[in-house]
């Protein structure tokens, strides 16, 4: 309980920041988002590229799984046709970037919501297995509809240019990520702190008490998928012109799993926890990279088994922070927060 | 006791006595168990009727039945509300947005949302503002939102529950989840509201406050009260119409005195095991007294 906070209007009870705290939280966290790229060189541009990217992709998921509890099996599938249905649009049909960025989006969204068909009558690991499938339905047409995807080769997307400047390095293209994901945050955050998202969590929570309650299930879940997968659709968007190009093997089921993966350690149901859960799952990997690499020129005999301890310690780290905070990341913070919160009475 | 309410919590257009829902030969069956056979009954508006009857009589199913989640093999229910429906062929959410709402035996609410969240989640059906503008929380979304907290609150004051506001449900005692329950049905501004056993499980104190609350609902709001209940003290106390069900069978039907003395329904009590000791006690005070 905080104390000395005390709303006077409902309006400031129920506005986002409610404490200087959290105030003075946001307000350092965007200067620090704002100098990054001023400091950082090429390599970490990249990888705050990487973790923006894959926060928005993760923010669609746990709107889906966290949030409504929908398990889903699809992202990868999923991050691809926004990617496709974006690289297609810019490269075959001309169409500016940005345009071909929210059509995807809208696409991804419809697509989502027509896998999402099974989740009326199925639940929790059978629903894993129908979206499953939508995965492998999706990546076998993406590989197979040579006319359109161009099948098995990669698809070349032209470089994007916002107001004359071309996005073709990792600082301009920065901007346009971040803001994205800023925009994705605040879209979910009031998402929840409306009908929508209360009906989201009702379905979760307690399906038959929200239906008693005038939630539709059918048009509630789908709704999910739909909202889900476009933000998913964005992620994918984003890659294909952030990468100017796009193949199959980047939404495979390793994708599917690795942002279960995200969300589960950085916190079902939050939209601090998938950014977390994007930042870790993003960092622990490339930090293992250049640790191996360090080890590879002291120790050079090892070399051929560095991959394997890289991959083993990946895996040992997650199943470590499962254990010891199953809540994920996100509780880790709040209960960092909590206690500077007292400080310095704190005990 | 009228609380300044801002909003009507009553939804209903009727006059009081005016009939609300009649069930007509109700029928349902799970395989080769009868759950209900052949029940008629009336609800007239602003009514506390009660549903009483022993362990798997079928009081739940009836409820079930009217909201949707059970489907009858046969029969009718007869709701109005400009014009008559038939609730029988409707799905849950449209039952419920046609005003009727409801608590379950096992308190089935939002575990993981905040008191507030749960009351607000029963206002879904009354929010208007569409998804983009939701997202923006912009204008309309935002002003819908706040008014909508006035109108819970006031909700939580009549259930004086304000010190939990903020709290998750699932943290609560069981008492005062059963009380958050019947907060977030009348969240929807019903015109009927079915409570399936508010009071189980409660001490003698928390049942005083329950049965004051369906009381001011009732009275204040003009509310119609369908109550199933296993206390027959607050049974016969709170309720203007009492019917019996005995293997899915309506035996009896009346104001509670009525019920009292129907020599049938001592029957079936008499005959029923002696583990629903409420009934026991109930019969034994009726034979007292005659
Ligand atoms: N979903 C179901 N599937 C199968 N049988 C059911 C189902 N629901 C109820 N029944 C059966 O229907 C009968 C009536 O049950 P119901 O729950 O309506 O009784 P009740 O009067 O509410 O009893 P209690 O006082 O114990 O709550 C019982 O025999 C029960 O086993
Ligand atoms: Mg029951």
Redesign the pocket.
């Known amino acids: 309980m905080e104390s000395g906070i005390f709303h006077t209007t409902y309006q400031s009870d129920m506005s986002l920041r409610r404490t200087h705290a959290q105030k003075i939280r946001i307000i350092l966290f965007l200067l620090f988002m704002l100098a990054f790229p001023f400091f950082a060189n090429r390599y970490y541009l990249t990888l705050a590229n990487q973790v923006g990217i894959a926060t928005i992709g993760a923010i669609g998921l746990n709107i889906l799984v966290g949030y409504t509890g929908q398990i889903s099996l699809g992202q990868g599938g999923f991050m691809a046709v926004g990617a496709y249905a974006a690289g297609i649009m810019t490269a075959r049909m001309g169409l500016p970037w940005w345009a071909s960025t929210l059509a995807a989006c809208l696409v991804t969204a419809l697509v989502g919501a027509i896998f999402g068909i099974p989740s009326l009558r199925l639940k929790g690991l059978y629903l894993a297995i129908a979206t499953l499938a939508a995965q492998e339905i999706i990546l076998w047409t993406v590989t197979h509809w040579d006319a359109v995807t161009g099948g098995v080769d990669a698809l070349v997307v032209p470089n994007p240019t916002l107001f004359g400047i071309q996005l073709n390095t990792d600082f301009n293209f920065y901007w346009v990520i971040w803001a994205l994901a800023g925009l994705t945050a605040i879209l979910t955050i009031n998402l929840f702190r409306t009908r929508f998202g209360r009906a989201f969590i009702a379905i979760r929570d307690q399906d038959i008490a929200a239906e008693v309650m005038g939630v539709d299930l059918f048009r509630y879940k789908l709704l999910a998928f739909a909202v889900s997968s476009f933000f998913v659709g964005l992620a994918g968007a984003l890659t294909a012109h952030y990468r100017s190009i796009v193949t199959w093997e980047r939404f495979t089921v390793d994708v599917s799993v690795l942002y279960l993966a995200m969300i589960i350690i950085g916190g079902l149901g939050s939209v601090t926890g998938s950014f977390f859960g994007a930042t870790f799952m993003t960092l622990l990997p490339a930090i293992l990279t250049n640790l191996g690499r360090a080890l590879k020129t002291s120790l050079p005999f090892i070399d051929s088994i560095i991959p394997f301890v890289q991959q083993a310690t990946f895996g040992l780290v997650i199943i470590l922070f499962l254990v010891l905070e199953p809540e994920g990341l996100n509780k880790i913070w709040r209960n960092i927060k909590d206690y500077f919160r007292l400080w310095p009475f704190s005990y | 006791m009228l609380r300044g309410f801002r909003h009507q919590l009553n939804s209903s257009t009727l006059q009081p006595g005016e009939l609300q829902l009649r069930i007509e030969d109700l029928q349902l069956s799970?395989g080769g168990?009868t759950?209900l056979f052949n029940v008629n009954l009336e609800l007239h508006q602003s009514e506390i009727l009660a549903i009483i009857?022993?362990?798997?009589?079928?009081?739940?199913?009836?409820l079930n039945c009217i909201s949707g989640l059970y489907h009858p093999q046969k029969g009718r229910i007869l709701y109005h509300r400009d014009g008559e429906h038939d609730l029988t062929r409707l799905r849950p959410h449209q039952i419920a947005r046609l005003g009727i709402a409801r608590s379950f035996?096992n308190i089935e609410l939002f575990r993981h949302m905040t008191v507030l969240d749960n009351l607000l989640a029963g206002c879904h059906v009354h929010m208007r503002a569409n998804l983009l503008a939701s997202m923006l929380y912009w204008g309309p979304a935002e002003r819908e939102q706040i008014e909508f907290r006035q109108y819970v609150e006031d909700i939580i004051d009549l259930l004086e529950i304000e010190s939990i506001r903020k709290q998750t449900v699932g943290a609560l005692s069981y008492g005062l989840q059963k009380r958050v329950e019947m907060g977030r049905a009348l969240a929807m501004k019903p015109a009927i509201l079915l409570l399936d056993?508010p009071m189980a499980g409660m001490n003698a104190e928390e049942k005083e406050d329950m049965a004051r609350f369906i009381l001011d609902i009732n009275e204040e709001h003009g509310v119609s009260i369908v109550l199933?209940e296993?206390d027959m003290g607050v049974v016969m106390d709170i309720s203007d119409r009492v019917v019996v069900?005995n293997f899915?069978q309506k035996i009896g039907e009346g104001t509670p005195d009525e019920v009292r003395q129907n020599p049938v329904v001592i029957q079936a009590y008499l005959g029923e095991d002696r583990s629903v000791f409420p009934f026991k006690m109930a019969v034994n005070n009726t034979s007292n007294r005659g």
């Open positions: 799970f168990v759950a009857g022993p362990n798997g009589a079928g009081k739940t199913s009836l035996q056993e199933i296993h069900l899915g």
